[in-house]
C-alpha cells in the first residue's frame, strides 16, 4: 500500500510563491501507470484539482490558476512537488498530494494546511 | 471545461433511509465518473469508480448508475458512520473535476 505524505511550510506571505513536497513510500514513485496529484480544500468547502503529473513527466493543470501551477517528479527522492506562484488569501487550503489511476484518485495523503498572511 | 453540479447540497435522513444523490456533468462523460466519501476530519475515500464499480471494502448498501451527464449515488440503508460529505468527480479527461458536493446528517 502506497503512503504519501505532504511537507513544506505552513504560512506564506501573499505575492509569494507556495512550495509543497509529497513523500512516497511503500512503492517507486516511476513503477505503473500513474498520476501524482495535487488537491486543494479551503476550510469548510470542496475539493479543487490544482494539476497532476504522469510517471512520463507529463503534466495537467486546472485552468483555473492561470498558469501558477507547477509540479515537478524528483524520482531518486521519490517525491513530487508543487510550486505555486503569486499567492493570495485565496490560495489558503488543505493541500493534498495524492496517487491518480486513470483519473480516479486512489489514495491520498493526510493533507497540509498552508495559510497565506502577511 | 466540464462543469459537474451535485443535488442536494445537504440532506438530513433518518437511520435506515434511502438516500439519492444526484451528479449532472455540463457535458458528456460517459461513465468516467468517481464518487468520494469524506467523514468530518477526514481524508476523501474513492467509493465508486466507473460510474456504478464499487471498490473493495466499499459496504453494498453503497451504489451509483448513471452514463453520459446525469449520475446517482444511492445509500440504500443509511448508517449512522455514513455522516459525510460525498463528492463526485469526472475524470474523462483533464482537468479533473469534482462536484460542489453533498453533506448528509443524520435526522
Known amino acids: 500500500q502506497v503512503q504519501l505524505q505532504e511537507s513544506g511550510p505552513g504560512l506564506v506571505k501573499p505575492s509569494q510563491t507556495l512550495s509543497l513536497t509529497c513523500t512516497v513510500s511503500g512503492g517507486s514513485i516511476t513503477f505503473g501507470n500513474y498520476y501524482w496529484s495535487w488537491i486543494r480544500q479551503p476550510a469548510g468547502k470542496g475539493l479543487e484539482w490544482i494539476g497532476r503529473i504522469h510517471t512520463s513527466g507529463s503534466t495537467d493543470y486546472n485552468p483555473s490558476l492561470k498558469s501558477r501551477g507547477n509540479i515537478l517528479l524528483d524520482t531518486p527522492k521519490n517525491q513530487f512537488s508543487l510550486k505555486l506562484t503569486s499567492v493570495t488569501a485565496a490560495d489558503t487550503a488543505v493541500y493534498y498530494c495524492a496517487r491518480d489511476q486513470w483519473g480516479r484518485v486512489v489514495d491520498w495523503g493526510q493533507g497540509s494546511l498552508v495559510t497565506v498572511s502577511s | 471545461d466540464i462543469q459537474m453540479t451535485q443535488s442536494p447540497s445537504s440532506l438530513s435522513a433518518s437511520v435506515g433511509d434511502r438516500v439519492t444523490i444526484t451528479c449532472r456533468a455540463s457535458?458528456?462523460?460517459?461513465?468516467?465518473l468517481a464518487w468520494y466519501q469524506q467523514r468530518p476530519g477526514k481524508v476523501p475515500k474513492l467509493l465508486i469508480s466507473?460510474?456504478?464499480t464499487l471498490q473493495s471494502g466499499v459496504p453494498s448498501r453503497f451504489s451509483g448508475s448513471g452514463s453520459g451527464t446525469d449520475f446517482t449515488l444511492t445509500i440504500s440503508s443509511l448508517q449512522p458512520e455514513d455522516v459525510a460529505t460525498y463528492y463526485c468527480?469526472?475524470?474523462?479527461?483533464?482537468?479533473?473535476?469534482f462536484g460542489g458536493g453533498t453533506r448528509v446528517e443524520i435526522k
Open positions: 466507473a460510474a456504478s
Open positions: 468527480q469526472k475524470y474523462s479527461s483533464a482537468p479533473l473535476t
Open positions: 457535458q458528456g462523460v460517459s461513465n468516467y
